[in-house]
Structure formats: C-alpha cells, structure tokens
C-alpha cells in the first residue's frame, strides 16, 4: 500500500482520470472518428464510383466509336456507290448526247447539203436564163434582125448545148 | 536506455522509502529536494470533496478541452473537398485507421480503432503538454503560499496528466475492458476460454489429452499475465513521462554559478536538445501504448486451427 501511496494512486483519482478518458474518447468518437471514418466511406465510394463511371464511360466511348467508324464506314460505301451510279449515269447520259450531238450534226450537214444543191441547181438555172438571153441579145445586134421565138427555141437550145457541164 | 536508468534511478528512492514505510504527503519532501513530486498533489489541499481534482486531473481536463475545440472546429463544416484543418484530422484518422486495420484485422478494426486511436492522441498530446513553458514551475509553495512562478514549486499547477498513475493506470484499465469486451464479443466466452487454457498448435488424438494440465497451467500463467498487463502498461507510460519530467527539470538547473545570467541561459539551453527527446518520446509512447493494445487484441481474437475447423463443421 505504501507503494501506491508514493505513486499517488487512490480510487477516486483513478475514477475521475477515467471519466476524463472516457469523455476524450466518446467525444473523439462521436466528432471525430465517426464522421472523418465516415466521409472516408463516403469519399472512397465515390471514387471506386468514379472509377467505375469512368471505365463505363470509356467502353461507351469505345462502343461509340466503334458504331461511329461503322456507320462511317457505311456512308462512304453508300456514297461510292452512289458517286458510281452517277459517274455511269452521267457518262451513259454523255455518250447519248454525244450520239445525239452526232445524228444532229449529220442532220445540219445533210440539210445544208441539199440545201447547197438546190441553191446551185437554182444558180444554174438562173444563169442558163441569162446566158441564152445575152446569147440572143448579142445575136439580134449582130445579125440586126428581131428574133423569132423559133429562133430564142433554137438559140437557147444550141448556146446551153454549148455550155452544158 | 538512458530514460529506462534515469527512470530507474528516480524510481528508486520511492521503492526505497515506500519499503521503509514513509507516509509523506509528496509536498514538503518534494519542495526541500526540489525535485518534482512522484505523484500529483491536489490543488485545494484542505478541501476533502475535492481530493480528486490534481493537478494532473487539472490538465487532463485543458487537454480533454482542447481535443475538444480542435475537433470540433475542424469536422463543424466537414466537406468532401476537406479544409487544412478538416485534412490534417483526416490525415490522422486515416494513418491510425491504416495502422490498427494492419495489425488486427479489417474484421476486428472498426470496433477496436475508436478506443486506440483514442488512446494514441490522448497520450502523446498529454505527454507534449508537459513540455510547455510553465507545467511543473507555475504554482503554489509552502514560503510563499500565492500562485507564483519560480524553478522549484511545491505545488504546480500544471502536471502532464500522463505524469500521473492514476491517469496512465485508468487508461490502462479501460483498455483491458476494452480488450475483454472484443475479444468475448469476437470469439464468445467459451472460445476465450479455450483460447486461453486450450490446447494449442494443433494435437489430435491422445497427446492433446495428455498435455491439456501442462496447457491449463500455462493458461493461469497467462491470466496472470493478462491481469498484469494494466500494470506494465500504465507503468511504462508513467516512468517515461515521470524520467523526462525529472530529466528537464534536473537540466534546467543543473548549472549553479551563481551569476544570475549564466544560471538563466544554461537553464534555457542545457535542456533544449532534451526537449528534442522528449518530443519524439512523448508520440513513440503513445504508440507503444496504443500498438501494445492492438497487439493483446489481434492475439486474442486470433482463431487459432482447432476453432477454424470447429467452425468449419458447424
């Protein structure tokens, strides 16, 4: 007991030194330990939640990407296709025009080719006319005697005989 | 080593004149060796309701307050994205959690974690009270009587209150409370028994019966051991906090010149690289304390392979 005594240990400072630990420890308990234990929880599972959001966010992307490249895919495709379709259309619509262009422009050449003939056939005329006229014209001065028709028959006939091509 | 010898060497004389049967008070012998009292005196001496409140009680209390505001302050608007104070709480909380889950177990760590993270914060803040400027020189003295400062006190006003027994042994009790209450709520009461007087590393057959005395024996052997263990705790915890008491209060008057400013700087400076100790003392016995008690936890809440397959059947 004396060694007690020297250390000072008596029960009622003993009681009141666990009453004093006592109210330390539910006080850190309750303001300290519980909520920091707690928002460490909470943190935490909101990071793993995080994480995981992350890693669903990224397959998404991935599977975004990968219906993206797809569909990106399939337009060019659709695109060639059509870019081909159209290449042929236009090409097959060209070579109609150009056969078109062809029959018409043989057309306009044939057109002017009779055109041509009819305008030389009429020239010819016109200058057989002419020509017998002078032919008589020059022969009534020459001969000094007015003309027949008998006579124009003849000339005509004789002088286009002369210059008949 | 150094604390354990000068812990030793204090403790001495006490052993010494507690054998011889001395009854003295702490006051007067203290006040004439001018060496700082083995106990906690109280601070209304003459006051029989209020024996309890010593000086020690006296700065359990400013501690216990001050654990107070500061947690308080720094969990009143707690918030995800934490403020330095809210931080440093959690830096704490989650260092110790880390620490007690390593050595008890996830199972066993929420419900043990409270009391030792308790127990590491109180005794280290406790031990660093002691080495503020005016714990153990502000106080009362038989020649002056008024509170006064002065390098020898009979009476101090401040006591680290790890510096008294009934606080380190207080703390001690309540973790073998503690203790008790896990390791029955973790492993039942029969299996605590088994745990203790049972027999161990796994025997079969006749050689489990035949050394189950030698096992019930080393069973009381451990009980006793058990029962000690408030002792060597509290013990340990006060010695330390008690050696470096004496240590700083020894350096800071070690030099006697007798010229008043030799005697003031060497009392500022011979005892500052103690300090330094002291500082990394007063945590590393918090530590010691708390770790011990997490390891008397993990080593009885430990199933050991005969409870594992009994288990197993069931």
Redesign the interface.
């Known amino acids: 007991m ?2 007690l ?6 029960y ?7 009453i ?6 539910l ?3 309750k ?7 707690a ?2 929880e ?2 935490r599972s ?1 990071i793993a939640d995080g994480e995981a959001n992350l890693e669903k966010i990224k397959e998404n992307l991935s599977s975004s990407q990968a219906q993206a490249a797809a569909a990106l895919a399939k337009a060019n495709a659709e695109a060639n296709r059509i870019v081909k379709e159209a290449s042929d259309a236009a090409a097959a619509i060209a070579e109609q025009k150009k056969q078109d262009a062809v029959a018409e422009a043989q057309s306009i050449i044939a057109k002017a080719k009779e055109a041509t003939e009819l305008e030389r056939s009429r020239v010819m005329d016109e200058l057989k006319r002419d020509f017998g006229r002078l032919v008589i014209d020059t022969t009534s001065k020459v001969t000094g005697k007015t003309l027949g028709s008998e006579d124009h028959a003849r000339l005509n006939k004789e002088a286009l005989a002369q210059i008949a091509l | 080593m150094i604390r354990l010898t000068a812990f030793l060497f204090l403790l001495f004389p006490i052993l010494a004149s507690a054998a011889g049967g001395g009854h003295d008070s702490g006051h007067g012998e203290a006040e004439a060796k001018h060496e700082v009292s083995a106990k906690a005196l109280p601070l209304l001496e003459h006051t029989s309701w209020a024996e309890w409140l010593t000086n020690s009680v006296f700065v359990a209390g400013l501690v216990t307050l001050g654990l107070l505001w500061f947690f308080r302050s720094a969990m009143q608007r707690k918030a995800l994205i934490p403020g330095p104070k809210q931080n440093f709480v959690e830096l704490i909380v989650e260092f110790l959690y880390g620490q007690v889950e390593n050595i008890v177990g996830a199972k066993i760590a929420p419900s043990a974690f409270p009391l030792l993270a308790t127990i590491f914060i109180y005794v280290s803040v406790s031990n660093w009270f002691g080495l503020l400027p005016g714990v153990g020189t502000i106080g009362f003295s038989s020649h002056v009587g008024a509170l006064h400062s002065t390098a020898h006190v009979a009476t101090p006003l401040l006591r680290p209150g790890t510096a008294d027994m009934n606080l380190t042994l207080g703390i001690a009790l309540c973790s073998l409370i503690a203790w008790l209450f896990i390791t029955i709520r973790e492993m039942g009461v029969w299996g605590t028994l088994l745990h203790i007087f049972g027999p161990k590393g796994g025997l079969k057959g006749g050689l489990k019966y035949a050394l189950m005395p030698i096992f019930f024996i080393v069973g009381l052997i451990e009980v006793i051991s058990i029962l000690f263990r408030p002792m060597t705790l509290s013990l340990r915890l006060y010695g330390n906090v008690f050696a470096g008491e004496n240590l700083l209060h020894t350096m800071s008057s070690l030099v006697k010149s007798g010229n008043a400013t030799i005697d003031f700087l060497s009392s500022v400076l011979v005892p500052l690289p103690f300090y330094f100790l002291e500082i990394m003392v007063g945590v590393l016995q918090g530590m010691v304390f708390a770790l011990l008690c997490a390891v008397f936890i993990k080593l009885s809440t430990t199933h050991d392979e005969d409870h594992d397959e009994a288990h197993e059947a069931h």
């Open positions: 004396a060694i005594d020297q250390l000072g240990i008596d009622p400072k003993i009681i009141a030194q666990i004093v630990f006592g109210l330390v420890y006080i850190l308990s303001y300290a330990f519980g909520p920091v234990t928002l460490l909470l943190r909101r």
